[in-house]
């Protein structure tokens, strides 16, 4: 065959590599036919140890997202291409970016499979390279983070509870910007909505590793989170801390409990956010509903892979109001009458002048119309 018969023409196997990528993208998840042939070709190329691989690796990279995009299962023999992947990590070459996106597929395709033959090797990558990166590549891991804790919401917590005390750490030393701020938020958040108990567990592990009580650990993180929730400009994930804080207010802690009054503030600040008025009621505009096929010929497995988490997200599937009300009525059920309502007592002052939401307004016995505030939201379940 050409590729074998090209083994000393490196240009040649790039316009070959290239030749293959656009093979695969044709044949969508038909190129699976092609794998005996295909597979070998994308492990030599980017197999760090041939020396051909400074001038096949990105070509080689790319024909091998491809070929994970387009595949609708995980096979044995792609399975076990992925033993490539580490020593790419390490290297650390301009192809970073490429082998998260690599990763990040396999996540979605292989699932349990795949978790169970490499995530060792996952979270070893992630936290070695950390340190060596800029905000870009930053994000971009945590991205691959955020996509393993969505996909195994109890075990990928636990795989990456080393790393995400260092990220707690950097939280509380307010040094980075804005877009990595918002990711490390992003990632706890992930977990409060859906393994609170680990959330809480790790906070005490943190609290042995640092000499300190886990209150003023939380209580440091609800402040700063709240303190910097402007640098959390995307609306999805703005909503997503929203949800999060909300979650938190059925914890029957102390901690949070103080913290109750900032982070009201900061969830009707995004329910303003994240609501327009349709049919003189408020909809919250990113929850989406279930669509099987959108008709799109372009779209590869790996999208209908990636539209299938996202309409499961809590972001897209939760409506914020709606969880709002129902998490403020549990609060009153879990701490009596009496306590929730000194605790909404001193919420009212603080975010009774950011509530007004349009099409949400009440009349008062004489007539006159008020601003919504969390109380009323508890006493209009009808309009949840």
């Known amino acids: 065959m050409l590729w074998e018969e090209s083994s000393d023409h490196n240009m040649l196997r790039c316009a070959i590599l290239t030749t293959l990528i656009c093979l695969v993208q044709g044949?969508?998840?038909?190129?699976?036919?092609?794998?005996?042939?295909?597979?070998?070709?994308?492990?030599?190329?980017?197999?760090?140890?041939?020396?051909?691989?400074?001038?096949?690796?990105?070509?080689?990279?790319?024909?091998?997202?491809?070929?994970?995009?387009?595949?609708?299962?995980?096979?044995?023999?792609?399975?076990?291409?992925?033993?490539?992947?580490?020593?790419?990590?390490?290297?650390?070459?301009?192809?970073?970016?490429?082998?998260?996106?690599?990763?990040?597929?396999?996540?979605?395709?292989?699932?349990?499979?795949?978790?169970?033959?490499?995530?060792?090797?996952?979270?070893?990558?992630c936290s070695n390279i950390l340190?060596?990166?800029?905000?870009?590549?930053?994000?971009?891991?945590?991205?691959?983070?955020?996509?393993?804790?969505?996909?195994?919401?109890?075990?990928?917590?636990?795989?990456?509870?080393?790393?995400?005390?260092?990220?707690?750490?950097?939280?509380?030393?307010?040094?980075?910007?804005?877009?990595?701020?918002?990711?490390?938020?992003?990632?706890?958040?992930?977990?409060?909505?859906?393994?609170?108990?680990?959330?809480?567990?790790?906070?005490?592990?943190?609290?042995?590793?640092?000499?300190q009580s886990a209150s003023d650990i939380l209580d440091r993180l609800l402040n700063i989170w709240v303190e910097n929730f402007d640098m959390i400009a995307q609306a999805e994930r703005r909503k997503l801390s929203a949800l999060a804080l909300t979650s938190l207010l059925t914890s029957n802690n102390s901690t949070v409990q103080h913290r109750i009054p900032d982070m009201m503030y900061a969830i009707v600040e995004v329910?303003?956010?994240?609501?327009?008025?349709?049919?003189?009621?408020?909809?919250?505009?990113?929850?989406?509903?279930?669509?099987?096929?959108?008709?799109?010929?372009?779209?590869?497995?790996?999208?209908?892979?990636?539209?299938?988490?996202?309409?499961?997200d809590p972001v897209h599937s939760v409506s914020l109001k709606e969880y709002i009300g129902s998490q403020i009525q549990s609060c009153e059920q879990l701490n009596g009458t009496e306590k929730f309502q000194e605790l909404m007592g001193q919420i009212d002052g603080e975010v009774n002048n950011s509530t007004e939401l349009p099409g949400e307004m009440t009349q008062n016995s004489e007539g006159n119309t008020d601003k919504i505030s969390p109380r009323t939201i508890v006493r209009r379940p009808d309009n949840m």
Not at 45 to 61: A, K
Not at 102 to 119: D, P, S, T
Not at 164 to 193: C, D, K, N, T, W
Request: proline share 5%.
């Open 27 to 125: 044949l969508g998840t038909l190129s699976a036919n092609l794998y005996p042939f295909l597979i070998p070709v994308v492990k030599f190329s980017t197999d760090v140890s041939q020396p051909p691989h400074v001038y096949l690796l990105e070509d080689g990279l790319d024909l091998w997202f491809e070929t994970v995009q387009n595949a609708s299962t995980m096979t044995p023999d792609l399975l076990q291409l992925f033993d490539n992947m580490p020593p790419l990590l390490e290297l650390g070459s301009e192809n970073l970016k490429t082998c998260f996106h690599i990763v990040g597929a396999y996540v979605l395709l292989g699932r349990q499979q795949f978790m169970e033959a490499y995530a060792p090797a996952l979270v070893a990558g």
């Open 131 to 211: 340190s060596d990166l800029r905000a870009e590549g930053i994000v971009t891991v945590m991205k691959l983070i955020e996509i393993v804790f969505r996909v195994f919401p109890a075990e990928g917590p636990q795989l990456f509870q080393n790393l995400l005390i260092g990220v707690l750490e950097l939280i509380l030393g307010g040094q980075e910007g804005p877009v990595v701020m918002a990711m490390y938020f992003s990632l706890y958040a992930r977990i409060i909505l859906k393994n609170q108990d680990f959330f809480f567990s790790l906070l005490e592990r943190t609290s042995q590793m640092w000499n």
């Open 271 to 312: 329910l303003h956010d994240v609501c327009r008025e349709e049919n003189d009621s408020l909809i919250d505009y990113l929850v989406i509903g279930t669509v099987e096929d959108i008709g799109d010929e372009y779209e590869t497995e790996h999208d209908k892979r990636k539209r299938k988490i996202s309409q499961e």
